[in-house]
């Protein structure tokens, strides 16, 4: 017999999870009439402290539960959603609701990054589904279409800028010619950085959200640990100077790359040309340029994250669950491929922009282009400003031609060896799109 009414557990009352349950209350009808079953929020899972919240008195007292074994085996409840964030205890939760053969839809990127495969698999042995569409740029539909809209093509890369604090930071530092330090406390009065502000400006977070975007791209198991990541802290407003002169922007970007069964994975800042779309997103904005070789160059942007934009994603991953739970669909896991495998970061060629601050007398460039010619790094352009009187130090910024991380690592120790280079004050890879 087919249900009429689909129960929905919601675990966490934080600023997302509120949202969510919100949206839940107040388009009841409307998502019920999506759905085609009427949609009933029947509990949400608190800590204690959770019901002090304001945003709890928007709610009937009965719908809160901190009893763990009452809310997970609720018959009535057919989807759990988990919208608490972090690895432990979200992961075993989810786990838990699997287990008991519920669907569940989470917007957790770093259980997802971690865990997110196996999980996938263990739902479809439960005959249930696993959602996360919200994992990754809040509201933008990316994991639909990686998972279905996309999936006749060969994905040949991914281009993208997925993390809107950073992105901030780097507007602030290239609009308003501010240091790094200065934009970061910006970010985190108006409250875009998140209560570790390290998961954002050293990378990390932007890796979660490769992980998953490369893993489903590219069907092969993409752990975050396999991704190198460098974060933004080391710009500064010289490096930003430098590259508008030289017609670029400077991006936090995520890049995933698969050719001759290879797979490139890799977060760090880049520059990019000023006349590209994504040189000009701009503010907490995320854009996704993904690459199949069908489709062509894709690109999905707009708010990263935030309540309303991530209840979107959460809340039509609740209608895509509601649809399995009134058609018993039987979600199908993942195959992954065994014939790829990752390039080590030190093979990866890119250009490189390579500031240093020399002494300035006769033979410097010279010394400097040998060592770099020894390693197999050709120069394409140089900069030299007026000599500072003072300390007769100079600063040069080197633009190479295409180059292997591994020379360009060996070359720069030497330059760091030479007593006519003070200081290698910045090296950023330069990346064509
Ligand atoms: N901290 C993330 C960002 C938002 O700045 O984009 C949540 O994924």
Redesign the pocket.
């Known amino acids: 017999m087919t249900k009429s009414t689909i129960g929905i557990g919601l675990i966490g009352l934080g600023v997302i999870g509120g949202q969510v349950a919100k949206v839940l209350t107040e388009r009841a009808d409307m998502l019920s009439q999506q759905a085609g079953a009427k949609i009933e929020l029947r509990k949400i899972k608190v800590l204690p402290a959770d019901m002090d919240k304001p945003i709890a008195r928007s709610f009937n007292e009965s719908l809160f539960t901190t009893d763990d074994d009452e809310f997970f085996s609720d018959p009535d409840i057919d989807i759990i959603i988990e919208l608490i964030g972090g690895e432990k205890p979200a992961y075993n939760y989810i786990k838990r609701a699997l287990d008991g053969r519920k669907h569940v839809v989470t917007a957790n990127?770093e259980v997802i990054a971690k865990h997110g495969l196996d999980l996938m698999n263990f739902a479809a042995s439960q005959g249930v589904s696993l959602y996360f569409e919200a994992s990754v740029g809040?509201g933008i539909p990316l994991i639909n279409p990686l998972q279905q809209d996309l999936r006749a093509n060969n994905i040949k890369g991914i281009h993208a800028i997925?993390?809107?604090?950073?992105n901030y930071i780097l507007t602030r530092m290239s609009i308003d010619g501010i240091d790094f330090d200065i934009a970061l406390k910006q970010a985190q009065i108006l409250g875009?950085a998140?209560a570790n502000p390290n998961?954002?400006i050293e990378g990390i977070?932007a890796v979660y959200?490769l992980a998953i975007m490369a893993s489903l791209a590219f069907q092969y198991r993409v752990k975050p640990e396999d991704i190198y990541h460098e974060g933004i802290s080391n710009l500064d407003a010289r490096d930003f100077k430098y590259a508008k002169e030289l017609g670029y922007a400077i991006k936090l970007l995520a890049i995933a790359l698969q050719y001759d069964n290879m797979i490139e994975v890799r977060v760090h800042p880049v520059f990019i040309r000023e006349n590209t779309f994504l040189a000009n997103v701009n503010g907490?904005f995320?854009a996704v340029s993904i690459d199949g070789d069908l489709v062509g160059h894709v690109i999905f942007s707009g708010e990263?994250?935030g309540p309303k934009a991530t209840s979107s994603a959460v809340t039509a991953d609740v209608l895509r669950a509601c649809k399995d739970v009134l058609t018993s669909a039987i979600s199908k896991g993942i195959n992954l491929s065994t014939q790829k495998s990752l390039k080590p970061i030190s093979q990866i060629t890119t250009r490189y922009y390579m500031r240093l601050n020399i002494l300035d007398s006769s033979g410097v460039l010279a010394s400097i282009a040998r060592v770099l010619g020894q390693h197999d790094i050709s120069i394409s352009s140089v900069i030299q400003k007026e000599t500072d009187d003072l300390s007769k130090t100079a600063e040069i910024v080197i633009m190479t031609h295409p180059a292997t991380s591994q020379s360009v690592d060996e070359a720069i120790k030497e330059l760091d060896n030479l007593d006519v280079v003070k200081k290698i004050d910045n090296i950023i890879r330069v990346e064509e799109l």
């Not at 997925?162 to 950073?166: A, E, L, M």
Request: net charge negative; glycine share 18%.
């Open positions: 990127k809040g997925i993390n809107g604090t950073t875009y998140e998961n954002d977070d959200k907490v995320n990263g994250a």
